[in-house]
């Protein structure tokens, strides 16, 4: 196994991605990578099996394979693909620099809109005649697979009038208190059949039932402008 976390190392090297960056693309916590890779041991089943599913353009024959037969790291698979999800009052922008925040860096989605912590930023993003965005994330989890999948990117914009600003069926990134602790998703958002009080979380996966929740559990909500997948990074 140390031979596979060795070429782990070198994938990440030759792709030009940072140790912390890869860990919060697969959604791990710091030093899930950098442990093994520095300490040379072993890495977890269940963390290898989240890189190989975010870097799928990485090649398991040469990740595998233990003798000196020549294999390609990289297979060549399609380019980037954005997707852009528009209201019709958004106004497009033809030039603008989106942070791509560290998520897990920070103490959650409400402390990351409240502070923006230039030491969260782990790059920035530039795409031509997008709407108006506040940063960008990296998101974990399959409730909106296939729409989104673990370790795509989501670019969003701040709701700060949380019972007068939703429109309804659009997507949105969602922190909500659950039990004391802040549950952060990306979600449809629909009317609730409960009344104006709440609203109705629905998955792309029809594997996750939808949810009602009373918008006083809200603590933070932007709406999904763009998202991007990484398919290819060379």
């Known amino acids: 196994m140390s031979t596979v976390v060795q070429k782990l190392k070198q994938y990440l090297e030759a792709k030009g991605v940072t140790v912390s960056k890869a860990e919060a693309m697969i959604g791990v916590s710091n030093g899930s990578l950098a442990k093994p890779f520095n300490q040379n041991k072993t890495i977890k089943t ?31 698979i399609v380019n980037d693909s954005t997707s852009v999800y528009k209201l019709r009052t958004d106004r497009d922008i033809d030039q603008q620099t989106i942070p791509l925040y560290n998520l897990e860096a920070s103490a959650g989605l409400v402390d990351l809109f409240q502070q923006h912590n230039k030491t969260d930023i782990l790059d920035t993003i530039r795409i031509p005649n997008l709407p108006k965005c506040d940063g960008a994330i990296f998101i974990t989890g399959d409730s909106m697979y296939p729409l989104l999948k673990s370790g795509d990117i989501v670019a969003y914009k701040e709701i700060q009038d949380f019972k007068n600003e939703i429109f309804w069926g659009e997507m949105y990134l969602i922190s909500i208190e659950v039990s004391g602790e802040e549950w952060v998703s990306v979600k449809y958002i629909q009317k609730s059949e409960k009344g104006e009080e709440y609203i109705k979380l629905v998955s792309q996966n029809q594997n996750h039932q939808a949810k009602d929740v009373c918008l006083d559990k809200i603590r933070a909500l932007a709406i999904v402008k763009a998202s991007i997948r990484i398919n290819s990074m060379s």
């Open 46 to 76: 269940d963390t290898l099996e989240k890189f190989l599913k975010v870097f799928d353009d990485l090649n398991p024959a040469w990740l595998f394979e233990f003798k000196n037969e020549p294999k390609k790291m990289i297979l060549d």
